[in-house]
């Protein structure tokens, strides 16, 4: 056998990552400068059903508006907080520091256990678009997302068009890792993917 014979990409790749160690939930509400973050709850129906059943939220999440039946599903769902393998998703009700009213979530979902991925997504009621609140939010779960858990690497998706949401991912340092085109489809009309994503040591290095 050629002993200098050069190494496949295979035999050159980093070390397969061994898998975040479930923990228990990060000390809740999370503060930022602007914002609190905490559990959702049943008593929220109102505040949440009031964004997720415009057709303008909905446009992006490819799916319909929300019945107001189907926000009390999901409500009672998200709101038992769990949070301790692939598959889980943490879903944070946004509020303006010294408010009741819930503006919107931010969500962290396990993806993947062995290669330790998860993805973030945020969605915010159209009143109070363009201040920022989105980049907010999102870092902040970012930073629990390595801090906490210990990921490897978090991501989002996204449709094309939503150029305020591709605006965010740029504004948090995440690179456009992939675009896939027409790889969805909503009323007959295909959408294209944008996939953004940033790794535990550059977040870190920041």
Partial sequence: MDSTKSASPAQIAHPVPTPPQ???????PL????????GLLIDDLDDVHAYQSLPDVARYLYRDPQTLERTREVLAKVSALR???EGDALVLGIQQRGSTRVIGEVIL??????????????????????????TEAARAVIDIAF???GFH???ARLDEENNASAAVCRRLGMRQEARL??????????????????????????
């Fill in 22 to 28: 479930p923990t228990s939930l990060p000390p809740l």
């Fill in 31 to 38: 503060h930022t400068e602007r914002l609190s973050m905490r």
């Fill in 83 to 85: 949070f301790s393998g």
């Fill in 109 to 134: 979902k396990w993806t993947s256990g062995p290669a330790r991925q998860a993805e973030v997504g945020y969605v915010f009621h159209p009143s109070v678009a363009g201040r920022g609140y989105a």
């Fill in 147 to 149: 801090g906490h858990y």
């Fill in 153 to 155: 690497r978090v991501y």
């Fill in 181 to 206: 085109v027409e790889n969805d489809v909503r009323e007959g009309v295909w959408g294209t993917e944008l996939i953004f994503g940033v790794l535990e040591s550059e977040w870190s290095s920041r």
